[in-house]
T-cell receptor, first 111, second 115 residues
């Protein structure tokens, strides 16, 4: 089993739609969780950290479910500019500096 | 502005040649990382360093070497032993705050190709 797993997609959605991605992780000791966005041929950019209580930033909502070991990202009112690959990132076991990246979920928002 | 600077943006390597990719950060982060990304693939960890003068191998360290003589700098050398070096190389740094890893910040990458 991979340490961090994501559905590669692509998710093709119309503008204005709501779309959700899940990401599962295998190490129950993981403490830090993040969503990054990566545009084609560019570096990943932090979208948001994921907190235990869940957090929202505008149209984006992140949730953490420790019992089932997954994190989710919800995008409301999708824009064309949201088209990108979304990477789930999980800190390794407690005390480690390693970050484990999922392979990403590709989103295409269609006009 | 604080950030991570990678250079060069594009690099070409000849057969049997070693090349060095530069990564400098002015964020005062302790930890620095090198990743490799192949087309359509995820990021794979090459090396990382938690403090000056110390570094650890990642998942794909063979054919690469690093040094960490200064906190700000973490250069990566792609040696001739790396037979398939063509990829997008990303440098990142991070801070540890109260025992928890903060998000990584990335440079804008170096594209390496074989001539």
């Amino acid at each position: 089993r991979k340490e961090v797993e994501q559905d590669p997609g692509p998710f093709n959605v119309p503008e204005g739609a709501t779309v959700a991605f899940n990401c599962t992780y295998s190490n129950s000791a993981s403490q830090s969780f993040f969503w990054y966005r990566q545009d084609c041929r560019k570096e990943p950019k932090l979208l948001m950290s994921v907190y235990s209580s869940g957090n929202e930033d505008g149209r984006f909502t992140a949730q953490l479910n420790r019992a089932s070991q997954y994190i989710s990202l919800l995008i409301r009112d999708s824009k064309l500019s949201d088209s990108a690959t979304y990477l789930c990132v999980v800190n390794g076991a407690s005390g480690t500096y390693k970050y484990i990246f999922g392979t990403g979920t590709r989103l295409k928002v269609l006009a | 502005d604080g950030g991570i600077t990678q250079s060069p943006k594009y690099l070409f390597r000849k057969e049997g040649q070693n090349v060095t990719l530069s990564c400098e950060q002015n964020l005062n982060h302790d930890a620095m990382y090198w990743y490799r990304q192949d087309p359509g693939q995820g990021l794979r960890l090459i090396y990382y360093s938690q403090i000056v003068n110390d570094f650890q191998k990642g998942d794909i360290a063979e054919g690469y070497s690093v040094s960490r003589e200064k906190k700000e700098s973490f250069p990566l050398t792609v040696t001739s032993a790396q037979k398939n070096p063509t990829a997008f190389y990303l440098c990142a740094s991070s801070l540890r705050d109260r025992g928890k890893n903060q998000p990584q910040h990335f440079g804008d990458g170096t594209r390496l190709s074989i001539l």
